[in-house]
């Protein structure tokens, strides 16, 4: 269970990120839904302090993240970002096994986990574990990337436009992967993305961001039947209107068999 | 070139002991400096611009200011010491701003990365920043590298053996074998430390232990050599070797030898040579007391040591004032060898009958059409103070260059006259004519042996030796041995044994 209380952020005279008061239910993903510069990924970053708070409290079940070591914290949150990010001189088992490591998990440990996390994200260990990054394709670099971020068995996951950067099957796929993975382990994950589309298909509750504050928090369907304002509408049925069209289009024409 | 390549062992050992032990305070000091101040708003562009700012102070200036810098800290001011501390700051630069740009142009993916994943800072560092950065660090280090063996040859002036003495006293004494056989070493030098740096890199990105573990055998290897030459010289007692110092030009490679040699056969005390030392560095090496005993001239130290501008009544009136004079720098003043090296203005013998000169005053209407060619201290000496002021005199250029050269360039008729030295071998062989200094702006140059005070008295038997040379060599003679070196091909050390032995007594 995480919990934002009046969570605030300044940059300079900025105020990026404006009294954020959130929960996120244990097993529930949240998602943080707005456009560049509307404060999420702000937000997400202070739960795991690579961005420190201004003012306000983040609460990881009912602890106060300030008042952990930085390390420490980290290494029980699962994260996970568009940039990826793996370690270009280790090879993908030592990318994956990091943190596990630096816990102190004995080698054997280490081996088995890594294994059963690769397999978890679809990539066969005794082809890739001894791969380095840079042999990778995009795809496969962001599930080496989730399957470092669950290594130490996380509770929690953070996650900042994961599939951003990926061709749309490629995406479709991981995000396939990504829904099941999160049942099976029952993970706690609170989820940044622009794309409307996906925030839909992947989210149990969508917080909707402008300006550094959250306008609106609900399910998909909430947003859409009693939106905050026309502008929320706007963003929600923006998608499923650009689906009807395409469905139309694709459609076979009349007259024929 | 055989007798040469004798040299080799301890030139090279020298030379490598002052590169790896520059090297390796290079990296001990540049990259944690690196490390500290990356990121760092202001520490960073500080720390970068003072080492660029010292790159840029030319090399053979920053070793020779390490010379009068650690006299005044009252530490060992010639020899090890000093080069070693030159060419330590030399090492740096390269290393501190490669360390500086690897750790700065890392990917920022990586870094957030690393901090996600719950890497403390100094896990950080040492699992991925200094890893990613290993490469780009690594080439510093191998730029370090190649510059130190270069820069290394310029620790010979300031009194470490090293590769340059083949370069400093092939130079002076006209040997381009010995100057081709330091060229080369160096140069060999620099690309097998190279090739064992860059082994090391290769290992440790490839994870080979069986190369980075070898290279890095083979360079400690390579260092543990000169270390123990330095154990030898340490355990040879320093009480019998007599040091001899010498000044870097051919009659003093030759002088050294014989008073060396003279030294051991009558004494069995071995004699190390310390060469190559620039003119006011003997002194100050003898004042404090690193070397025993060299050879300086009576108008040098009249000048430069007791800064009489003053015109001297006679030869034996500056030798005298020079005796009285030394005693409160602790040094002694045991014999005059016999020749006189002043210098002198001089130039082509057949120009010089033609325009009817024959001393210095004889010059003045033609000086203002001539160029003037010396050597690089000349026109900073008070000798050619005096000369000016004396003659009212006044060249169309002055023009410095390197000794060997300039006898070429009177010859070749790119410098009309030069500033020769009265017992130059090339005087006779170039056919030049020696300008009488009929107004005595210049003081006379006698030979004469130095010692320290305290050698002086610990050491009655050498001191009786270098007596026994006093008026020994004479003018003609001296300048004999010069040509003989200098045109004839011999090395200083045969120039010694011809005049030792024909000094034998039957």
Same mark, same amino acid.
């Given at each position: 269970?995480?919990?934002?209380?009046?969570?605030?952020?300044?940059?300079?005279?900025?105020?990026?990120?404006?009294?954020?008061?959130?929960?996120?239910?244990?097993?529930?993903?949240?998602?943080?839904?707005?456009?560049?510069?509307?404060?999420?990924?702000?937000?997400?970053?202070?739960?795991? *302090? =690579?961005?420190?708070?201004?003012?306000?409290?983040?609460?990881?079940?009912?602890?106060?993240?300030?008042?952990?070591?930085?390390?420490?914290?980290?290494?029980?949150?699962?994260?996970?970002?568009?940039? !990826?990010?793996?370690?270009?001189?280790?090879?993908?088992?030592?990318?994956?096994?990091?943190?596990?490591?630096?816990?102190?998990?004995?080698? =054997?440990?280490?081996?088995?986990?890594?294994?059963?996390? =690769?397999?978890?994200?679809?990539?066969?260990?005794?082809?890739?574990?001894?791969?380095?990054?840079?042999?990778?394709?995009?795809?496969?670099?962001?599930?080496?990337?989730?399957?470092?971020?669950?290594?130490?068995?996380?509770?929690?996951?953070?996650?900042?436009?994961?599939?951003?950067? =990926?061709?749309p099957l490629t995406r479709d796929r991981l995000q396939q992967s990504f829904l099941r993975i999160r049942r099976q382990l029952r993970l706690t994950a609170i989820f940044v993305t622009h794309d409307v589309m996906e925030a839909i298909l992947l989210g149990d509750r969508i917080a909707v961001m402008r300006d550094g504050r959250v306008v609106q928090t609900g399910n998909a369907r909430e947003l859409i039947h009693s939106p905050a304002d026309e502008s929320i509408r706007q963003l929600i049925s923006a998608p499923l209107r650009q689906s009807e069209t395409a469905a139309a289009l694709l459609r076979p024409p009349r007259g024929t068999p | 070139m055989i007798e040469q390549l004798q040299l080799l062992p301890g030139y090279l050992g020298a030379h490598l002991g002052l590169t790896l032990a520059a090297l390796l305070v290079g990296i001990v000091v540049s990259v944690p400096l690196g490390i500290l101040v990356t990121g760092s708003r202001r520490l960073e562009p500080f720390i970068l611009g003072t080492a660029s700012l010292i790159q840029t102070i030319p090399s053979l200036a920053l070793l020779a200011f390490m010379v009068p810098a650690l006299a005044a800290l009252g530490a060992q001011s010639i020899g090890y010491l000093p080069a070693l501390i030159g060419l330590c700051f030399y090492s740096m630069l390269p290393i501190l701003r490669n360390t500086v740009v690897g750790l700065s142009n890392l990917d920022p993916a990586v870094t957030e990365a690393a901090q996600s994943v719950g890497m403390t800072p100094r896990q950080q560092l040492l699992r991925v920043e200094l890893p990613l950065a290993l490469p780009v660090i690594i080439a510093g280090i191998r730029t370090a590298t190649v510059w130190t063996v270069g820069t290394a040859t310029l620790s010979t002036p300031v009194g470490a053996p090293s590769l340059g003495n083949y370069i400093f006293s092939g130079l002076q004494t006209r040997n381009y074998t010995s100057v081709l056989v330091g060229c080369i070493a160096a140069a060999a030098l620099a690309l097998v430390l190279d090739a064992l740096v860059r082994a090391i890199e290769l290992g440790l990105r490839r994870r080979r232990r069986v190369l980075w573990a070898g290279s890095l055998c083979v360079l400690t290897g390579l260092a543990l050599w000169p270390l123990t030459n330095v154990l030898r010289a340490v355990t040879i007692h320093e009480e019998t070797t007599v040091r001899i110092g010498g000044k870097n030009f051919t009659e003093q490679y030759i002088l050294t030898r014989i008073l060396g040699r003279s030294i051991t056969a009558a004494t069995g005390r071995p004699a190390r040579l310390i060469e190559s030392l620039g003119s006011t560095v003997a002194f100050d090496a003898l004042r404090r007391d690193q070397i025993d005993v060299y050879v300086d001239y009576s108008g040098t130290l009249w000048t430069t040591v007791l800064e009489r501008a003053d015109k001297p009544e006679s030869r034996a009136a500056v030798i005298e004032d020079i005796r009285l004079g030394l005693q409160p720098f602790g040094v002694e003043l045991v014999a005059t060898l016999g020749f006189e090296n002043a210098?002198?203005?001089?130039?082509?013998?057949?120009?010089?009958?033609?325009?009817? !000169?024959?001393?210095?005053?004889?010059?003045?209407?033609?000086?203002?059409?001539?160029?003037?060619?010396?050597?690089?201290?000349?026109?900073? *000496?008070?000798?050619?103070?005096?000369?000016?002021?004396?003659?009212?005199?006044?060249?169309?250029?002055?023009?410095?260059?390197?000794?060997?050269?300039?006898?070429?360039?009177?010859?070749?008729?790119?410098?009309?006259?030069?500033?020769?030295?009265?017992?130059?071998?090339?005087?006779?062989?170039?056919?030049?004519?020696?300008?009488?200094?009929?107004?005595?702006?210049?003081?006379?140059?006698?030979?004469?042996?130095?010692?320290?005070?305290?050698?002086?008295?610990?050491?009655?038997?050498?001191?009786?030796?270098?007596?026994?040379?006093?008026?020994?060599?004479?003018?003609?003679?001296?300048?004999?041995?010069?040509?003989?070196?200098?045109?004839?091909?011999?090395?200083?050390?045969?120039?010694?044994?011809?005049?030792?032995?024909?000094?034998?007594?039957?």
């Open positions: 269970m995480i919990e934002l209380q009046a969570l605030t952020r300044d940059f300079d005279k900025h105020r990026a990120v404006d009294a954020v008061s959130l929960i996120v239910a244990e097993g529930e993903l949240l998602i943080l839904l707005g456009g560049s510069g509307s404060g999420k990924t702000t937000t997400l970053k202070m739960i795991n *302090r =690579l961005i420190e708070p201004t003012s306000g409290k983040v609460l990881l079940f009912g602890e106060d993240v300030c008042a952990m070591k930085a390390f420490e914290l980290r290494r029980r949150i699962g994260y996970v970002f568009q940039r !990826i990010g793996l370690f270009p001189h280790l090879t993908v088992a030592e990318n994956v096994g990091i943190t596990p490591d630096l816990l102190g998990w004995d080698r =054997l440990r280490i081996s088995a986990r890594v294994d059963t996390l =690769l397999e978890l994200v679809e990539l066969d260990p005794s082809v890739f574990r001894d791969r380095r990054p840079d042999a990778l394709s995009g795809g496969q670099a962001q599930r080496v990337a989730v399957a470092r971020a669950l290594a130490a068995e996380p509770r929690v996951m953070l996650l900042d436009e994961p599939f951003g950067a =990926l061709d | 210098y002198a203005l001089a130039m082509p013998r057949p120009q010089a009958e033609r325009l009817h !000169i024959r001393r210095v005053s004889e010059l003045l209407p033609h000086a203002q059409a001539m160029t003037l060619g010396s050597d690089y201290e000349f026109f900073q *000496r008070p000798e050619w103070t005096s000369l000016k002021q004396t003659y009212n005199l006044t060249f169309r250029e002055l023009r410095s260059m390197d000794p060997a050269l300039m006898y070429e360039a009177v010859r070749s008729g790119g410098v009309q006259v030069i500033s020769a030295f009265s017992t130059d071998g090339r005087i006779a062989s170039y056919d030049l004519r020696v300008l009488d200094d009929d107004r005595g702006a210049i003081p006379p140059y006698d030979a004469i042996i130095l010692v320290s005070a305290r050698f002086s008295r610990n050491n009655p038997d050498v001191i009786n030796t270098l007596r026994s040379l006093a008026g020994r060599i004479d003018a003609a003679r001296m300048r004999s041995m010069n040509a003989s070196v200098d045109e004839k091909g011999l090395s200083p050390g045969e120039a010694a044994d011809a005049f030792l032995q024909a000094q034998a007594p039957r």
